[in-house]
């Protein structure tokens, strides 16, 4: 249980009036992300606000850095009630149901505002919570905007003419991949940990990120060059175990509910200022920034939406539809 009703016992027994002060919730926050980002910032917003709001009944320890396993893991421990919150990206759910890739094919969620809509307001993205909430045992508490892929170079990338042999590294994913190749670059997966290299030594002529992971690796010290490209768009989720919901009064489920909404909202403004201060940083780096037109790179990701269709069926041409039909 995680109501400390042990130590609140022997603590009273002893004597100790302090105790009157000692959280009645002690939850755990496990992520990915490490202390330096902007995921890990907003965490701490929410834990802080979970505490104040709910006068110190409940306190959430971070554990940032994958201390806990990767996402995967942690989504299991939360559905085990081992684990009392983590981040993971709507996307991320295709490791359960194979059309929830369809947040990430490129081009598809064309904002942060078709990506909100796309999980909150269409049919699949109802069903999706629901899914989760029911066979996964996991509650939805919020959505932030957790960043846009973009291309970083050792060639200026004008147009989509000039992603042509392109070695470009990629994770080794679905979605980045077909990217690359569709494209027409050579997709060449890479562990993250040797993108820096490969790009100093030009084993690789590129690479594709969110603005804020180009910062923080310095590939801006390797590639001289960054096009906007804009092709995936990153969501985070703030979740919750249902065991640890449960445990709640409303009240403090209302309290964690709201926290976790102004939090995502932090989260959000988070990456949308850092962005665009971003671009200006690299352009002082003596980084040239390119906005090719993009038209051309959507129209070349139709076949990669027909195999899409193709693996997941008729639930997956159906979310496809729902979502292209918010992005008109």
Known sequence: MKLAKLFLATAIALGVTSAAHAA????????????SSNEYKAA?????????????????????SSQLGDDRAMLKQLKDGALDFTFAESARFQLFYPEAAVFALPYVISDYSV?????FD????????????????????SQAYNGTRQTTSNRAINSIADMKGLKLR????????AYAKYVGAAPTPMAFSEVYLALQTNSVDGQENPLATVQAQKFYEV???????NHIL????????NETFADLPADLQKV?????????????????DGEKDLVTFFEKQGVTVTHPDLAPFKEAMKPFYADFVKQTGAKGEEALKQIQAISK
């Open 223 to 229: 590639q001289k060059y960054l096009a906007m490209t």
């Open 122 to 141: 269409t049919a699949f993205g109802k069903d999706l919570i629901q899914k989760m909430n029911k066979e996964l045992g996991l509650t939805l508490l």
């Open 170 to 177: 990629v994770p080794n994913a679905a979605t980045n991949l």
């Open 256 to 272: 964690v509910k709201d926290a976790a909404q102004k939090a995502a909202e932090y989260h959000t403004k988070l990456f949308v």
């Open 24 to 35: 009645e919730y002690d939850l755990k926050f496990g992520m990915n992300a490490g202390t």
């Open 234 to 241: 990153n969501d985070q989720l703030y979740l919750v175990s």
């Open 44 to 64: 701490e917003m929410f834990a802080k606000e979970v505490k104040e709001k709910s006068n110190g009944k409940i306190d959430i320890s971070l554990y940032p």
């Open 115 to 119: 990506a909100q809509k796309a999980l």
